[in-house]
Structure formats: structure tokens, C-alpha cells
């Protein structure tokens, strides 16, 4: 099966009736995370062409000639280099266990993709489907929020972009997504 993984042209051999989350971790590309195994939990998110898909259900070979991005994917052109989203989930400390972080950046990616400048409904609704146990919903919208001012453009935060979490700041609640 030929698939472009991270940007990557790759050709795997694929088991009949593999899953994506076993594909992808047999080829050590381990953030996508199994969570539930039934796409409830959103642990595994990745995107296939584009849009959302829970590895975890959607069958390797069906990815046969598509674009998979992983976690791993998402960074910048350094190697190690984090994207400004990743950044932001640092400085917001939007992962606390960290499981549920993998899937959690990829549907934030997605959907700052769609809405560059999302209301917080539109954070509600992009996340739906990522499950956090640790209940950090506050701080990962927070850290969405914080990109999509362009508070974490470029390579780091500019002179004067306000990224310390809201709590330190004092300037915005923790209510919302």
C-alpha cells in the first residue's frame, strides 16, 4: 500500500484487515494513542485527507493513495521542532496525563484550519469528539485561543504576545470549551 505519511511518500505492507492505530504504530509513530477502541474517545485522532478520522476504526488499506497526518506530523521543519499549537499546550498546561493530548492537537489543527479565528462554540464543537479524563478543557481552549490571536507565530512568542496561562493573567475565566 502506497499512503503519504507526515509528508512523507511511504510504501507499507499492510495485513488484511489492519487498523490504521496498528499500522502506524508498527511504523513507531506511537502518539496516536488507543483509547476505546469503539471512535468515543478521539485518543486516536488523525487526519486522513484532510479531515478527522479515528485510527482506531478506519482500516489501513482504505488509506491506500491518501494523505495520513499523525501527531508526529505536525511539527515544525527542524527536527523536534514544535508547532505553535504544541507550543501553546505547553505555556497553557493543557496536558496534564498527556494521553489524550495527541488527538486533542490534531482536532485543535483542524479545526484552527477551518475557523483561524474560532468562537468558543466553534472550540466546543472542533473538540467534541477528543475525550480528556484529566478535565483540562479550560486550558486547551485557552491554548487554541492563544494561537488563533497568533500569540505563538513564528518560531516563539513576540515581545509583548500574552502567553501566560489565563489564571496567571487574570484577564479571562476558565469557563467555556
Do not use: W
Request: proline fraction near 7%; charged fraction near 20%.
Amino acid at each position: 500500500m502506497r499512503l503519504t505519511l507526515n509528508g512523507r511518500p511511504r510504501e507499507v505492507p499492510v495485513e488484511p484487515g489492519e487498523r490504521l492505530l496498528a499500522l502506524l504504530h508498527r511504523l513507531h509513530l506511537t502518539g496516536a494513542k488507543f483509547g476505546c477502541g469503539q471512535g468515543e474517545c478521539g485518543a486516536c485522532t488523525v487526519l486522513v485527507n484532510g479531515r478527522l478520522s479515528y485510527s482506531c476504526l478506519a482500516l489501513a488499506e482504505a488509506c491506500d493513495g491518501l494523505d495520513v497526518v499523525t501527531v508526529e506530523g505536525l511539527g515544525g521543519t527542524a527536527d523536534h521542532e514544535l508547532a505553535p499549537l504544541q507550543r501553546a499546550f505547553v505555556a497553557y498546561d493543557a496536558a496534564q496525563c498527556g494521553y489524550c493530548t495527541p488527538g486533542q492537537l490534531i482536532a485543535a489543527t483542524h479545526l484552527l484550519e477551518r475557523h483561524p479565528t474560532p468562537t468558543d462554540d466553534q472550540i466546543r464543537e472542533g473538540m467534541s469528539g477528543n475525550l480528556c479524563r484529566c478535565g483540562t478543557y479550560p486550558k486547551i481552549a485557552a491554548a487554541i485561543r492563544a494561537v488563533s490571536r497568533g500569540d505563538f507565530a513564528g518560531g516563539v512568542p513576540g515581545p509583548g504576545a500574552n502567553v501566560a496561562p489565563p489564571a496567571a493573567r487574570g484577564t479571562e475565566t476558565n469557563r467555556g470549551a
